[in-house]
Structure formats: structure tokens, C-alpha cells
């Protein structure tokens, strides 16, 4: 197996907007940011990615770029970025931004130009399409549930259609047009040669587009269904002619530095990710796959396993992982993985313990390492993301019950993990001294960093032993996997080994007792590291409780 810093590394997203205000205006900065750098040096990650901090009007939270070499004003400036950079760098972590090429903001510059006139130069920087039968050019609908739901919006200046499978505020770019090639390219290698040490590519797998736009053969979609509309996720997702332009990306623009690439993809099954993530396919690092995160109200512990299973084949041919359970799209990890009241602390180090010991690149979104939990806003009014908000009136327009309406939608709700990051018990939780641009959490004063950074049983505690365990043993990044009690509801458990190494990992994700034969599992472990003080039978687990055992050749020095 090819060695790779990416490999070794602990990835920590941050979302900028939300982690620290260092200016007083509610809104999170890069110098907030680069405030809190030795607190994330102490955690332990050595690499930090930033979702969207470039020019943007804010429709969806910055991945509506208008300026791909300007910074939100919001935010700070480049030179505030430039030092964030440095400082980051000085510390031995990484910065690696969040990268939108599948669309822009309708306020960029080229989309402004695009809808000028059809034989305006930028016009095929878009995908324009008249319309079909006195109605848009097929049937698709939105992502975002706007509006009636079409992912087409037409434009009177030239009576054409422009794609948007995203926003009305977000128009697609067309990649089979070389002059957009070119100046995106151009772009990455300006922030490259600045010094930033990759990417996250956001919607990577959606770039580009079923040739002639049919129709979506799927049933109308509810609620925008009764319009007609169809919300398709898989039309435009590992299309014909993706992996040629991500390999000629990769060609003109990664292959040249020694950078991390990461991939959003979604509808992406294990079976097709090694066509992305192949060492000799020459495309992108790694993917971030939705078949746990996006939806863990449908994931069951057998799932989660056979899931690890199918994509630790990726790594056996080449390939390489990622291992999550919250992002900033996600619910909080601990609140739908695990209990967020009776077993918050010993849950959230469960769910901890595996993504830091199951094959692949752990990322850590913040908060999740001190056990920050789903918000219980009280109306719509308290809610900001454009998916909860436009789904949302769509269903009440469509008749149902409000209240029923929002009990449906705040449990999944990106706004959870985008309340502001909880620093101490003072008031706005030591975020900003004014007001934040989303109410923060109202158990802030119970849950921040100043509390668990004076505990030594704490999450965060736990989160520096894990990542020191990794860093300091080549077994948690190299080393085989393989599953035991394959069969079991309640328990995940593997073995991990790697030249004279070898670790056992055991976990009960469960609110009950779970028994399991560990007198004939570790005979050559000792115990390593656990989420309870005690443990008062081998061979019983505690609700949510998780061992980790190891053999004499693994460092202990953690």
C-alpha cells in the first residue's frame, strides 16, 4: 500500500460562519479561526477544511460562489486568510477548502454575462435550453423543493431556460465547455500556488449531465409532485464522461502538487467508488459516500457493518476511505447515532472510537469532540437552511399540518450542526459578543469546551487519546481489517493488523446490555483503551460501551 500524509492525517471541518466571531457582528470568521488553531493543534488533527469562504450572497450558506478569488466579506479578507494560512502551516496543520464546481452564484460574473444574449461569450459557461411544449425543458425538480419545484428557471431576456438542479440562485455550469475548463483550472492552481493543501469537491460526481436532459423516468416526487416535477438525484450523478474530467483534472491541475482531494457523492455505491478513488484511475483521493451519515434514521448496526465491509474492499484494491458520521449537511452525530441524554458522553466516545480505528481518513466536524447534540428549535422562524425551509412551505402549500410538517423535517436538519460552536457557558456560548446569525444551542451551558477540557473523563479527552493511539501506530492506518460477530444486532467488532502489530475493537452500540464471549476473543490482547472507568465482566458490555485491545507491539503512549 502506497504511503500518503492524507492517509496518516485527522481531518477537522470547519465551518466558518459558526466557530468563532472575532469581530462582534454574530458571524463566525477566518480570524476566529485563527484564534482557536492551537486548540485544534491540541485535539490533535493536523489538517483543517473550510466550507466555502469565498464571495457569495449567502443563498446556501456560501456554496453560492460569485467570486471564486475574493473572500466574504463576512469572513474577513485574503490577507486574513493568508494569515490564517501561515499560522496553520507554522503549527504543522494543513488548510484545505471546500471547492463548488458544479455551479455558481446567478451574481458571478460569468452567469451575469451568460444570460446577456445567446451568442454572448459566456454563454455556454451555462446550460441554457428552450423550452419544451409551452413548459420547461424535462421534468426534473430541484434539490431544495423551490418554488413549484423545477430545476429549471426560464430567463425573459432571451426566453431560454437555465439548469439549476440546486437553487434558483445557483445555475449550473456547463463542463463540456472548454473556456470554462480553462479558467477553472486556472483558479485552483491560483489557490495552490498560495499554499492550500487541497480540496473538498463539493457535489464532485454531479459535474456532468445525461446527454439530451431527458426526462427522469420516476414518479412524480411529493410535494413538488403535483406539479409534475421529479426530484432525481440519480440523473445527474456518474454520468458518462465524469471520470474523464476528473482525470483531466487531476492531469492539469492536482498531479502537480502534493495536495488531499475529497469528493462529495452522492448515489454513489461502493461497487462504482473505485472508479473514482483508484490509485491508477488518477481522478481524486477519496470519497465522502451517504450510505450511513445522510440518513442514519435507516441505518441499522448490521447495515453499518456490511457498509464497512464493502468499501474496505476499495482500500484492498488501491483505493482509499474516508470514515464520518457528521458533516455540516448531517444531523449531529451523537444525537441520531447514539443517545444525546442518558449516554451523551459514552456514546459519543463509541462513535468516536470506531471512526478513529475503522480503515480510512477520520474527519471530525466541529463540536462533534465535545458531544455538541441536535438543536429542538421551536417554529420555522428559528431555521435558516434553504432545504428545511423550501421543503418545508412546499409541504404546508401542499396541505399538510405545519407542526407535522416541522416534526418531520428539524430532526434532519443541516441548521443542527451549523448552531454556533459552544467555547464556555457565557452568554451567545463564547461564540460572538453580539447576537450569532443562528441561535445557539440552549444546552451551551452544560456542553462547551471550557467544560470538558477541565474533565479528564471528557469527550474531548477521549477524542486526544484516539488520535494520539493512530498517530503513534501505523496499524490504524495501514494495517488489515477484519470483522468479527458479523451477525451480531448490537455489536461492531473487528481486528486490525499490520506487520507485528494488531488491535481488537469491540464496541456495543446499544442502550442495553450486550453479551459477547471476549475469554476466547483476546487471548493475546491486553486491554488498550475504554469508554467506561470499569468494567465489572469481561464479557459483558455496557450500553454503548467500546474496548479496544491490543497486543505488546502497539504504543501505549497515550
Keep these: 500500500m502506497t504511503r500518503k500524509w492524507w492517509k496518516e ?25 485563527t484564534e482557536k488553531l492551537d486548540y485544534i493543534k491540541d485535539l490533535g488533527a493536523n489538517v483543517i477544511w473550510l466550507t466555502p469562504i469565498f464571495k457569495s450572497p449567502q443563498v446556501d450558506n456560501g456554496y453560492d460562489i460569485s467570486d471564486y478569488r475574493e473572500i466574504n466579506p463576512d469572513f474577513g479578507t485574503l490577507d486574513d486568510f493568508k494569515e490564517l494560512l501561515k499560522q496553520a502551516h507554522d503549527r504543522d496543520i494543513r488548510v484545505i477548502l471546500d471547492m463548488v464546481l458544479n455551479h455558481t452564484s446567478d451574481e458571478h460574473p460569468w452567469f451575469q454575462e451568460s444570460r ?9 459557461y451555462y446550460i441554457w435550453r428552450p423550452g419544451k411544449d409551452g413548459k420547461e425543458p424535462n421534468n426534473w425538480g430541484n434539490y431544495f423543493y423551490e418554488g413549484r419545484g ?3 428557471e426560464l430567463d425573459e431576456k432571451t426566453g431560454e431556460y437555465y439548469l439549476h438542479n440546486y437553487s434558483v440562485k445557483m445555475p449550473d455550469l456547463n463542463w463540456n465547455c472548454e473556456k470554462l475548463k480553462a479558467d477553472m483550472f486556472d483558479m485552483l492552481r491560483w489557490w495552490l500556488d498560495m499554499g492550500v493543501d487541497g480540496f473538498r469537491l463539493d457535489a464532485v460526481n454531479r459535474l456532468m449531465k445525461p446527454a439530451g436532459l431527458p426526462d427522469s423516468p420516476r414518479e412524480p416526487t411529493p410535494p413538488v409532485g403535483v406539479y409534475g416535477y421529479v426530484v432525481d438525484r440519480e440523473m445527474c450523478a456518474n454520468q458518462p464522461g465524469i471520470h474523464e474530467l476528473l482525470r483531466e483534472i487531476n492531469q492539469e491541475v492536482f498531479s502537480r502538487y502534493d495536495i488531499l482531494t475529497v469528493g462529495e457523492t452522492g448515489n454513489l ?39 464497512q465491509k464493502r468499501w474496505y474492499g476499495i482500500v484492498e484494491q488501491n483505493g ?4 464520518y458520521l457528521s458533516n455540516h449537511d448531517t444531523p449531529r452525530q451523537v444525537s441520531f447515532f447514539g443517545n444525546d441524554t442518558a449516554y451523551r458522553v459514552e456514546s459519543a466516545k463509541m462513535l468516536a472510537a470506531l471512526i478513529h480505528t475503522l480503515p480510512g481518513t477520520p474527519y ?98 477521549y477524542y486526544q487519546t484516539l488520535i494520539r493511539l493512530r498517530r503513534e501506530n501505523e496499524v490504524l492506518v495501514y494495517g488489515d481489517y477484519t470483522p468479527v460477530l458479523e451477525e451480531d444486532e448490537k455489536i461492531v467488532a473487528y481486528v486490525r493488523e ?15 446490555n450486550a453479551a459477547a464471549d471476549l475469554d476466547s476473543m483476546i487471548t493475546d490482547f491486553t486491554s488498550c483503551l475504554c469508554n467506561y472507568t470499569e468494567s465489572e465482566d469481561r464479557n459483558t458490555l455496557k450500553p454503548y460501551e467500546v474496548r479496544i485491545y491490543c497486543n505488546q507491539n502497539v504504543k501505549l503512549n497515550v
Design 116 to 124: 446577456k444574449s445567446k451568442d454572448n461569450p459566456y454563454r455556454d
Design 9 to 33: 492525517a485527522v481531518v477537522y471541518e470547519i465551518y466558518p460562519k459558526s466557530f468563532r466571531d472575532s469581530n462582534g457582528d454574530g458571524i463566525g470568521d477566518i480570524p476566529g479561526i
Design 150 to 152: 423545477s430545476a429549471w
Design 498 to 512: 499490520y506487520q507485528n502489530q494488531k488491535l481488537f475493537v469491540i464496541a456495543n452500540w446499544s442502550e442495553v
Design 364 to 461: 471530525v466536524y466541529q463540536g462533534e469532540e465535545i458531544g455538541m447534540t441536535n438543536v429542538d428549535f421551536p417554529s420555522i422562524d428559528y431555521y435558516d437552511e434553504k432545504y428545511t425551509v423550501g421543503k418545508y412551505y412546499t409541504m404546508v402549500e401542499a396541505g399538510a399540518d405545519p407542526e407535522e410538517a416541522l416534526a418531520s423535517l428539524k430532526h434532519i436538519s443541516r441548521d443542527n450542526v451549523r448552531t454556533p460552536m459552544q467555547w464556555d457557558g457565557s452568554d451567545n456560548a463564547g461564540f460572538s459578543r453580539n447576537t450569532p446569525w443562528i441561535s445557539v444551542n440552549p444546552n451551551y451551558r452544560a456542553i462547551n469546551v471550557t467544560e470538558d477540557l477541565q474533565s479528564d473523563d471528557s469527550i474531548f479527552k
Design 269 to 307: 455505491k461502493s461497487d462504482k467508488a473505485l472508479e473514482y478513488v483508484q490509485e491508477e484511475q488518477q481522478q481524486i483521493n477519496m470519497v465522502f459516500h451517504f450510505e450511513v451519515a445522510k440518513r442514519p434514521d435507516l441505518v441499522s448496526v448490521s447495515q453499518f457493518k456490511d457498509v
Design 320 to 323: 482509499w476511505i474516508t470514515q
